[in-house]
T-cell receptor
Framework: SAVISQKPSRDICQRGTSLTIQCQVD?????MFWYRQQPGQSLTLIAT?????????ESGFVIDKFPISRPNLTFSTLTVSNMSPEDSSIYLC?????????FGPGTRLTVL | DQQVKQNSPSLSVQEGRISILNCDYT??????FLWYKKYPAEGPTFLIS?????DKNEDGRFTVFLNKSAKHLSLHIVPSQPGDSAVYFC?????????????FGKGTKLSVIP
């Protein structure tokens, strides 16, 4: 298993601003994933972040809105840009493979 | 279109009894299924999984059953304990997509009543 931490744990932001969420893993991992869970909805994969390459985004998510950095094998950031109330969600990072993924505690974002 | 469905948003069970959480899927390419448990303010934690080549997997109090013909799986918890109270997510892997692609259901909130 992996121990994953996220910062911040929660935030309240004004519309039009941006927030960067940090994800730190206690071991080196090849792939890191960013998910979003909107209220009452399932976890939805935003993108996959590999170290040293551009993140791969899922349908419906674009780099301009959710830029991702992956500077090394233990760290990644997700930025939620130009926020609107519809971006209010829990954002989670995870590591692993399709056989098993380990999740961070999540960042609860509220956009006013 | 939701490919993994958990039709019961909530379930209440008496302590000591069996909890049965259900999950249906539509994608025939799903070849691996996982259950996650989530407590408030925490990330989901892996609970148990099953490959599509099996119809049952057991781990202590937790058993997952897979019915491929019905595209249905269920998680049984016996006996249920108050600490099992959490949201349970069903997830599936698409063998046709990247090996990391997991599709999640919306979750079922289980309440175990002492």
């Amino acid at each position: 298993s992996a121990v994953i931490s996220q910062k911040p744990s929660r935030d309240i932001c004004q519309r039009g601003t941006s927030l960067t969420i940090q994800c730190q893993v206690d071991s080196q991992v090849t792939m890191m994933f960013w998910y979003r869970q909107q209220p009452g909805q399932s976890l939805t994969l935003i993108a996959t972040a590999n170290q040293g390459s551009e993140a791969t985004y899922e349908s419906g998510f674009v780099i301009d809105k959710f830029p991702i950095s992956r500077p090394n094998l233990t760290f990644s950031t997700l930025t939620v840009s130009n926020m609107s109330p519809e971006d209010s969600s829990i954002y989670l990072c995870s590591v692993g493979s399709g056989y098993e993924q380990f999740f961070g505690p999540g960042t609860r974002l509220t956009v006013l | 279109d939701q490919q993994v469905k958990q039709n019961s948003p909530s379930l209440s069970v008496q302590e000591g009894r069996i909890s049965i959480l259900n999950c249906d899927y539509t994608n025939s390419m799903f070849d691996y299924f996982l259950w996650y448990k989530k407590y408030p303010a925490e990330g989901p934690t892996f609970l148990i999984s099953i490959s599509s080549i099996k119809d049952k997997n057991e781990d202590g109090r937790f058993t997952v059953f897979l019915n491929k013909s019905a595209k249905h799986l269920s998680l049984h918890i016996v006996p249920s304990q108050p600490g099992d109270s959490a949201v349970y997510f069903c997830a599936a892997r698409d063998s046709g997509a990247g090996s990391y692609q997991l599709t999640f259901g919306k979750g079922t909130k289980l309440s175990v009543i002492p």
